[in-house]
Nanobody
């Protein structure tokens, strides 16, 4: 059974920081990439950042210079360090694991940035 579990969301003031974590467990055979997506109320889910073995991380323009994605391959864990948060970063953040057997999503963690 595959599990993808996010943590680290919460309420923060504008300009503050949060660190999200996503731990994947189960029989993936091989994980190719991991990433973060977000969905604000009334909006479609959008890419935030992705990281793939051997490839430079990819960021949405809106978070470049503020967010940093990193990965611990030994733990099948991906992190998202979010600095200089803005109210428009408020959303549910989802972790996606792209593996040999397919893509797997977590349940999401809420991030709220107050002005």
């Amino acid at each position: 059974q595959v599990q993808v579990v996010e943590s680290g969301g919460g309420l923060v003031q504008a300009g503050g920081s949060l660190r999200l974590s996503c731990a994947a467990s189960g029989n993936f055979v091989r994980i190719n990439g991991m990433g973060w997506y977000r969905q604000a109320p009334g909006n479609e889910r959008e890419l935030v950042a992705t990281i793939t073995f051997g490839v430079s991380p990819n960021y949405a323009d809106s978070v470049k210079g503020r967010f940093t994605i990193s990965r611990d391959n030994a733990k099948n864990t991906v992190y998202l360090q979010m600095n200089s948060l803005k109210p428009e970063d408020t959303a549910v953040y989802f972790c996606k694991v792209s593996a040999y057997r397919g893509d797997y999503w977590g349940q999401g963690t809420h991030v709220t940035v107050s002005s």
